[in-house]
């Protein structure tokens, strides 16, 4: 089993300082073309970057190949043993979650954000103007005071409103998360058995039936009548056929590879 990652724009900004500044000005209109050749040298060594990521053999090698690399055997599984030391070796078979904003973040954006940085201004306006206006006038008026008080408090129980509606909806969609908890049938030491789809390791023997989502990345080794859905990854908008023959050196296209998507036939076995 692969674990794959997302694969997404990278980019490295590297500044060096050295105590001067230089202006090059009447270049003529040759730094733009510089800048242009640098920008396409640069998508370049990241395509090539992208490729060397998705490089692989687990689809081209022999099974037998494949099951001594991982260590398992295609039709008995790992042993609980061995799974048990790759799941703590490799972590459970998830996602890293992508940065979430702390809390207190969140909360300051819905006191100070957009129209509420106004209202905020006007507060402290008016607690200035009756500040000024206590230190030229005998008996002030607290006309400020009690706007500025006012504004302050609009803005503090919209932002209190306001958070609290953000955190509940966030609430509700991580619950939707934990509703149908993900399970997948695996064959370990000959038995056949479920775990949560976490759990998986790489070389665990995964069994999926029609309708089932395929709990990771694949190495089919027994299929029948077995399509899965790969619009997402290849554009394709039928649903396409799997085998067990490798029948591409692309990983995204062979047909012995399915990866994290629902199936729409009987079943499949895999070993890797």
Not at 145 to 163: E, K, M, N, P, Q
Not at 218 to 239: C, F, I, M, Q, W
Request: hydrophobic fraction near 35%; include cysteine.
């Amino acid at each position: 089993m692969e674990q794959g990652e997302s694969l997404g724009n990278r980019a490295t900004y590297n500044v060096e300082r050295e105590g001067s500044v230089k202006i090059d000005v009447g270049d003529g209109g040759k730094a733009p073309a510089k800048k242009k050749r640098k920008a396409k040298k640069d998508r370049a060594e990241e395509m090539k970057d992208l490729k060397r990521e998705l490089e692989m053999d687990e689809h081209r090698i022999d099974l037998s190949e494949l099951c001594d690399r991982l260590g398992t055997d295609a039709t008995q599984g790992l042993s609980s043993t061995t799974a048990d030391e790759y799941l703590r070796r490799d972590g459970y078979n998830e996602l890293t979650p992508p940065k979430t904003t702390p809390e207190w973040i969140k909360f300051c954006k819905q006191l100070f954000g957009g129209f509420a940085t106004l209202l905020w201004i006007g507060s402290v306006l008016c607690f200035f103007a009756y500040g000024m206006q206590t230190v030229t006038d005998d008996f002030p008026q607290k006309d400020n005071i009690y706007l500025g008080a006012v504004l302050a408090g609009v803005v503090l129980i919209t932002g209190i409103f306001s958070y609290y509606q953000e955190a509940k909806s966030s609430a509700i969609m991580e619950s939707f998360k934990s509703m149908v908890p993900t399970v997948a049938t695996v064959i370990r030491g000959g038995s056949k058995k479920s775990i949560p789809a976490r759990e998986l390791v790489l070389g665990d023997v995964v069994e999926v039936k029609g309708g089932d989502r395929i709990p990771a990345d694949l190495r089919l080794t027994a299929v029948a009548g077995l399509k899965v859905d790969n619009s997402s990854l290849t554009g394709e908008s039928e649903p396409q056929s799997r085998s067990v023959e490798c029948t591409s050196q692309e990983p995204l296209e062979t047909k012995n590879l399915a990866f994290f998507r629902r199936t729409q036939s009987k079943e499949l076995r895999r070993g890797s």
